[in-house]
């Protein structure tokens, strides 16, 4: 029996929901202020959490008080990302959230398809690494969108994928701007995280380790 709210897919924003990378990030920040003479915190790294990597470069050299050329600045910038990818490269599949692979099967078993849609070009890389992949019935990445969150491409793109009407989507985000996306797109959202943060979703769990298919189904 099938109903007009029924629940048909789940897509999965990648960091923050299914792994964490933000230390990844900062190991290569670090090492980035370390070969230019000083030291990040964690807490100055706070700053440089979901904006972009020039952006980011910028409060780093502000926070080492040092002027660079436009040109040396992509260079710093692309060591940086170089960096990073050779750590993610070492993730494992113990390297996933806690819930992650339980909620993963429980979909797969009650027949509802899995996508993942994230804005990062190295979202391939990552979920290799973890070895999810079996579980996925479309991956969104950056290379295949052009717009960036609020806007619902990724997540309509994901839908679009896998054949399922919009309506019929549960959207997992841990970011305001990818819980707007997903409401833009005429998605249900759960918000994993902070309630204070991510106030707009329908439902929020502080992870997947708190989400089963019992709870999912209360929200047709």
Request: net charge negative; hydrophobic share 40%; proline share 4%.
């Amino acid at each position: 029996m099938s109903n007009s709210n029924e629940i048909q897919a789940c897509i999965f924003d990648l960091d923050g929901v299914i792994v964490d990378t933000a230390h990844y990030h900062y190991q290569a920040w670090k090492r980035l202020a370390n070969e230019l003479g000083f030291d990040l915190t964690p807490e100055q790294n706070e700053k440089m959490k979901g904006i972009g990597r020039m952006q980011s470069l910028d409060i780093l050299l502000e926070l080492g008080n040092i002027q660079k050329e436009k040109k040396e600045k992509k260079q710093l910038a692309n060591k940086k990302n170089e960096w990073y990818q050779e750590y993610i490269r070492e993730m494992q599949p113990e390297n996933l959230l806690p819930g992650v692979i339980p909620f993963l099967e429980e979909l797969t078993e009650a027949h509802i398809l899995i996508a993942v849609g994230s804005a990062s070009k190295n979202a391939p890389t990552i979920i290799r690494q973890v070895q999810i992949g079996r579980y996925l019935d479309a991956l969104i990445d950056g290379s295949k969108v052009t717009k960036g969150k609020p806007d619902p491409e990724v997540f309509l793109k994901a839908a679009e994928e896998m054949g399922i009407a919009p309506e019929h989507c549960v959207v997992f985000e841990d970011a305001q701007a990818g819980i707007e996306a997903a409401k833009n797109g005429g998605m249900r959202t759960i918000g994993v995280g902070s309630p204070d943060v991510l106030s707009q979703a329908d439902m929020v769990i502080s992870g997947l380790h708190q989400m089963n298919l019992e709870k999912l189904k209360t929200l047709e």
